[in-house]
T-cell receptor
Framework: AQTVTQSQPEMSVQEAETVTLSCTYD???????LFWYKQPPSRQMILVIR??????QNATENRFSVNFQKAAKSFSLKISDSQLGDTAMYFC??????????FGKGTRLHILP | DADVTQTPRNRITKTGKRIMLECSQT?????MYWYRQDPGLGLRLIYY???????NKGEISDGYSVSRQAQAKFSLSLESAIPNQTALYFC???????????FGQGTRLTVV
């Protein structure tokens, strides 16, 4: 069974700094997708970024980028020039060909003014 | 209007009561999911469905049942609610084929 592990329950950084959130996963599949979702205090789940396992190039969306290390089964999220609006819970998620989506336990990120 | 709509948004119910959480979507997706979110535990999969006749248990299905009334509707029922079912419940949809999930606004359920 696939598992997703986020080892940082909570983090705080100063505004404008760069922060990296860690995620590791376990699977025997070769083809899969990985996602990062953001959950602000409004509790809405918002897709931040996604990565296809067969693509070696790391995905980037504006200030958000990932470091995908397939052999190490690692999928970290880097937020550059962090903003107060980035304060949220962040969830790493995994989807394989069975279309089940498995989530990690989340990292609560605080951006401090 | 939201693409994935959950009703109710908040609900307080008593132990032993039957309660149904409803989800409807206008995205035309085949895949629908029910998740439960608890502090420190993330989102855990309760049930998922790939079409009206294909319903599957997730990792924490005990105490829950579901009904896929149509492609666009997927309901979650608690037959006899208990306090440890107090949680935030999310419905999600996906088009499959490695596409992302789209979430409803969540239902905050409190069982007293």
């Amino acid at each position: 069974a696939q598992t997703v592990t986020q080892s940082q329950p909570e983090m705080s950084v100063q505004e404008a700094e760069t922060v990296t959130l860690s995620c590791t996963y376990d699977t025997s599949e070769n083809n899969y997708y990985l996602f990062w979702y953001k959950q602000p205090p409004s509790r809405q789940m918002i897709l931040v970024i996604r990565q296809e396992a067969y693509k070696q190039q790391n995905a980037t969306e504006n200030r958000f980028s990932v470091n995908f290390q397939k052999a190490a089964k690692s999928f970290s999220l880097k937020i550059s020039d962090s903003q107060l609006g980035d304060t949220a819970m962040y969830f790493c998620a995994f989807m394989a060909k069975d279309d089940k989506i498995i989530f990690g336990k989340g990292t609560r990120l605080h951006i401090l003014p | 209007d939201a693409d994935v709509t959950q009703t109710p948004r908040n609900r307080i119910t008593k132990t032993g009561k039957r309660i149904m959480l409803e989800c409807s979507q206008t995205k035309g997706h085949d895949r629908m999911y029910w998740y439960r979110q608890d502090p420190g535990l993330g989102l855990r999969l309760i049930y998922y469905s790939f079409d009206v006749k294909d319903i599957n248990k997730g990792e924490i299905s005990d105490g829950y049942s579901v009904s896929r009334q149509a492609q666009a509707k997927f309901s979650l029922s608690l037959e006899s609610a208990i306090p440890n079912q107090t949680a935030l419940y999310f419905c999600a949809t996906s088009d499959g084929g490695f596409t992302e999930a789209f979430f409803g606004q969540g239902t905050r359920l409190t069982v007293v």
